[in-house]
T-cell receptor, first 109, second 113 residues
Framework: GNSVTQMEGPVTLSEEAFLTINCTYT??????LFWYVQYPGEGLQLLLK?????DKGSNKGFEATYRKETTSFHLEKGSVQVSDSAVYFC????????FGTGTRLQVFP | SQTIHQWPATLVQPVGSPLSLECTVE??????LYWYRQAAGRGLQLLFY??????ISSEVPQNLSASRPQDRQFILSSKKLLLSDSGFYLC????????????FGSGTQLSVL
């Protein structure tokens, strides 16, 4: 069936380190792909999205590229900050959004 | 601007007791409304969604039900809570036809003891 799988956390990094959070999907057709972020004490918010193969979504220094050949949408950031500490959710949609299990990122100064 | 209100923020209930979580949206009309549950290690699970008053779609069989008595009000209920109902419940809304642009409430942490 359709699903999205992301790497388990927590991911612990020092400030200015490079971040990768893996996400792969299994879906029929060509779904749109998303990354959502949940900061401590806040609700979920859309971070970035890509709607077709080879699209790159970007926001706040984060990037993710829709790779049809590897069915992946890995989240990357070149230099993380303490304020990036949050839970990140990969998601895809057909007519509804389906989320992965979330990956907690902890960034220490 | 649009806002979404969800309450209570935390709730501790005994097994077998009823549940009512309420969610209201302001600043928009005819939104799609959703209830999600975030259980530990299982990510976000879509429980119910609604495209209009009185129209509820259930995604998974469970001990819960949802109702939409007004355009911008979405209620999650249970007649008798189970231990397995514990989790973090999120209400969300989206514009009709744009399901990926979800706006989430701040959530309710439910502990069933």
């Amino acid at each position: 069936g359709n699903s999205v799988t992301q790497m388990e956390g927590p991911v612990t990094l020092s400030e200015e380190a490079f971040l990768t959070i893996n996400c792969t999907y299994t879906a029929t057709g060509y779904p749109s792909l998303f990354w959502y972020v949940q900061y401590p004490g806040e609700g979920l918010q859309l971070l970035l999205k890509a709607t077709k193969a080879d699209d790159k979504g970007s926001n706040k220094g984060f990037e993710a590229t829709y790779r049809k050949e590897t069915t992946s949408f890995h989240l990357e950031k070149g230099s993380v900050q303490v304020s990036d500490s949050a839970v990140y959710f990969c998601a895809y949609n057909t007519d509804k959004l389906i989320f992965g299990t979330g990956t907690r990122l902890q960034v220490f100064p | 601007s649009q806002t979404i209100h969800q309450w209570p923020a935390t709730l501790v209930q005994p097994v077998g007791s009823p549940l009512s979580l309420e969610c209201t949206v302001e600043g928009t009309s005819n939104p799609n409304l959703y209830w999600y549950r975030q259980a530990a290690g299982r990510g976000l699970q879509l429980l119910f969604y609604s495209v209009g008053i009185g129209q509820i779609s259930s995604e998974v069989p469970q001990n819960l039900s949802a109702s939409r008595p007004q355009d911008r009000q979405f209620i999650l209920s249970s007649k008798k809570l189970l231990l397995s109902d514990s989790g973090f419940y999120l209400c969300a809304w989206s514009v009709l036809g744009v399901p990926e642009k979800l706006f989430f409430g701040s959530g309710t942490q439910l502990s069933v003891l």
